[in-house]
């Protein structure tokens, strides 16, 4: 199937690198304008010029989206500078493991700004406009920890579990308003996310997907634009993707 996005506008979370990068870049190719949201103002403005070089437009917009008014500066500026909000994908995110007893509660703090707050502040600046288009599509990025607990992923879940249970609610209220919602749950992707984790935490993880092939974020990616590539009749709800040999 191709997909073309040639006149929508894209606007990604994370996309200074892993799925985020990816997806922006798929979006691109598929003939969307981008917008680009991360804190690390160097990456995405390397990728917007990247787009641009390529013949597609990108804006870059640096953002912590665990923080409200610039998650709301991201989403406004978007709409303002490339015209429209047709989609806004929720992808940033962190994951930091390891169990509850004696952690690092900063950790904790750190994954539900980026992981909830992240998601509830950008769909919250995007959701007037998409009513005022009468259409518009919100992509959560959420993880298979957001449909299989864990020991020693307790915070992660949590905010996963969260997302898509913020999810199937934000679906039903945007059936009315001609918006539609996805969450999409990730198995292990080869990213840079493992690698913000504490030593002890790295090695623990080493062991759980010793012989498992992670999937790329192009995966992801795919994943993603084949449910915003959809008519707009067909509403793509969840989309749970592990890699072959990933068995929990
Ligand atoms: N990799 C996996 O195995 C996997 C599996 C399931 C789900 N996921 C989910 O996929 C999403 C993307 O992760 P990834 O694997 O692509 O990892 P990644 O390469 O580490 O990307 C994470 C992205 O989130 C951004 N980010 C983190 N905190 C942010 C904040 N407060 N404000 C703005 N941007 C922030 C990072 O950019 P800056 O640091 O530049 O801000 C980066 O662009 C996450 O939600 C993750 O939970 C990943």
């Not at 070089?53 to 989403?75: H, L």
């Not at 992808?91 to 950790?107: H, K, Q, R, S, Y």
């Amino acid at each position: 199937m191709t997909i073309d996005l040639s006149s929508k506008v894209v606007a990604v979370t994370g996309a200074s690198s892993g799925i985020g990068e990816a997806t922006a870049l798929a979006c691109a190719q598929a003939g969307a304008a981008v917008a680009l949201a991360a804190r690390r103002a160097d990456r995405i403005e390397a990728l917007a010029k990247r787009i641009a070089d390529a013949g597609g437009r990108a804006i870059a917009i640096p953002t912590d989206v665990g923080d409200e008014s610039q998650a709301r500066v991201f989403v406004e500026r978007t709409h303002a500078e490339l015209g429209r909000l047709d989609v806004l994908v929720n992808n940033a995110g962190v994951m930091l493991l390891g169990p509850i007893e004696n952690a690092p509660t900063e950790e904790w703090r750190r994954m539900i700004e980026a992981n909830v707050f992240g998601v509830l502040y950008c769909t919250h600046a995007a959701l007037g406009l998409m009513r005022e288009q009468g259409s518009g599509h919100i992509v959560n990025v959420s993880s298979v920890a957001g449909r299989v607990a864990r020991a020693g992923s307790g915070v992660y879940n949590l905010t996963k579990f969260g997302v898509g249970a913020f999810s199937e609610s934000l679906r039903q209220e945007g059936v009315p308003i001609g918006v539609r919602v996805t969450t999409i749950e990730p198995g292990a992707v080869a990213t840079e996310l493992p690698g913000h984790n504490r030593p002890e935490v790295l090695e623990q993880m080493a062991k759980r997907f010793a012989g498992v092939t992670p999937l790329s974020s192009e995966d992801i990616a795919g994943a993603i634009l084949y449910a915003i590539g959809q008519p707009p009749n067909v509403s793509v709800n969840e989309v749970l993707v592990r890699p072959s040999g990933q068995g929990a």
